[in-house]
């Protein structure tokens, strides 16, 4: 199940990367759908994440003390690491600006050429 994640991922990096050097236009109007969903993306785990953190501390103290470890690992099980959801995020928002910038670097070069 990891590799069809895995390699949808790719197929969606190539696609996009693709789109956006053969056919420019069509990215640009795919460009702030996809800066849109990304933010929504982040907004939803960054809220899951605080949500899950702000429970645990609320019913920390009806949890009976045998329980508590169990209730810890339940969380660690549930919630996204912070650090990787940081670090996926933002890369995502650099590389569609990038692909949107994609077109002009692309032009630049053609008329250094001639």
Request: positive net charge; hydrophobic residues 50%; contains cysteine.
């Amino acid at each position: 199940m990891d590799k069809i994640f895995y390699l949808t991922i790719v197929i969606a990096v190539i696609g996009l990367t693709y789109l956006a050097y053969q056919r420019p236009e069509k990215y640009e109007r795919l460009f702030n759908s996809l800066q849109f969903i990304t933010f929504i993306a982040y907004a939803c785990l960054s809220i899951w994440n605080t949500a899950l953190t702000k429970a645990f501390v609320t019913l920390t103290p009806f949890i009976k003390e045998g329980d508590l470890r169990n209730a810890n690992a339940t969380l660690e099980v549930l919630q996204i690491p912070w650090l990787p959801l940081h670090i996926i995020m933002g890369s995502l928002f650099v590389y569609f600006l990038f692909l949107s910038f994609l077109p002009r670097i692309r032009q630049e070069k053609k008329k250094r050429k001639a």
